[in-house]
């Protein structure tokens, strides 16, 4: 009988099936729906401090006859992020008592006061760990590769100094040397990585000529960007991987973990199919070990991680072998 437990967010769990971050897991009832599917881990909706920032600004709307006040839109702020951060944490506490399986609190900040509020009260409700939603898009033409990579750095070091839960992080790829990032990030005490967090992104309407967001769900075939780095760098880092993107059918799991991930995260085909797509993904997983005689996931994982052998389809970035043929 395959056993399926994995190590991730610096804990054991008993599938490497992640309910990922998503409107979801911020429902206590759709929380004990992915746990009873056999969830490994369920990590919660991200708190953004953007959203607590756009909510601020709404109030500040409705309340246009008061005067500027500096005092007064500091507590204000106060105000908001406390309450903000009282629902979250309540829903660590009522998810905890809920489920019998680990708890992710997520987190998404910009300012670095923030993150520390946030992560300590996150960790004081009772998380069994933390997932820092990092993402700085590198638009700023001004900024260079360094200054950008230092946010994350400087927020890691931020975090880890003042919790002692585990602490992983789920990155972009959007960094001018990914594969040596990546590495050194690993190397500052975290207890994972996630490649790579999906987030809004534009589309263009040409009918009405406007600026719109696209299809906010992944698409069956958006696991490769991930599973092509995943191969790359799971054998060449200091802590566990996990994936998620695109990850649609118990067979793509399968591939992350022959690639190396110790863990993948859905969201998207939750929607589509509901929680019960983790049940089958955990079978489909289950009954390929055992047509293949493996007893447990560390068997085979990594087996199809880059080598030598693997390494021209790793890093091909062409199409030569194929359009170079004659066509009649």
């Not at 585990?166 to 990914?178: E, Q």
């Not at 992104?201 to 967001?213: A, H, K, L």
Request: contains cysteine; glycine residues 4%.
């Amino acid at each position: 009988m395959a056993n399926l437990k994995t190590q991730f967010f610096g804990l054991e769990l008993k599938s490497p099936v992640i309910a990922s971050s998503s409107s979801m897991t911020a429902d206590l009832n759709q929380i004990k729906k992915l746990a009873k599917a056999g969830a490994g881990a369920i990590v919660l909706k991200s708190i953004f401090e953007e959203e607590i920032d756009t909510q601020l600004q709404e109030e500040l709307t409705k309340s246009r006859d008061l005067e500027p006040d500096a005092e007064y839109l500091d507590y204000f702020d106060y105000i908001i992020k406390d309450e903000n951060l009282k629902d979250y944490t309540n829903l660590i506490k009522q998810a905890k008592d809920a489920v019998d399986v680990p708890i992710v609190a997520s987190v998404s900040c910009i300012s670095a006061s923030d993150w520390v509020l946030f992560v300590q009260k996150l960790a004081e409700a009772g998380a069994d760990a933390l997932e820092l939603n990092l993402f700085l898009l590198p638009a700023d033409v001004y900024k260079t590769s360094f200054q950008n990579e230092q946010f994350y750095f400087e927020t890691i070091k931020k975090v880890l100094e003042v919790v002692s839960i585990p602490v992983s992080i789920k990155i972009s790829h959007y960094f001018s040397n990914l594969s040596n990032v990546v590495k050194k990030l690993s190397e500052t005490g975290v207890a994972g990585i996630t490649l790579f967090n999906r987030f809004y992104s534009p589309d263009i309407d040409i009918r009405n000529e406007m600026v719109i967001g696209a299809d906010v769900l992944s698409h069956d075939n958006d696991y490769l960007l991930p599973l092509r780095w995943t191969g790359i760098l799971s054998s060449k880092i200091s802590c566990p991987l996990s994936a998620t993107t695109g990850i649609h059918a118990g067979e793509t799991v399968i591939k992350f973990l022959l690639a190396g991930a110790s863990a993948v995260q859905v969201a998207s085909v939750l929607y589509n199919g509901g929680a019960e797509m983790i049940t089958q993904f955990n079978e489909q997983l289950a009954e390929w070990m055992d047509d293949k005689a493996y007893t447990k996931i560390n068997d085979f994982k990594g087996k199809l991680a880059i080598s030598p052998k693997h390494v021209a389809v790793y890093e091909r970035a062409q199409f030569m072998k194929y359009f170079s043929v004659k066509r009649h």
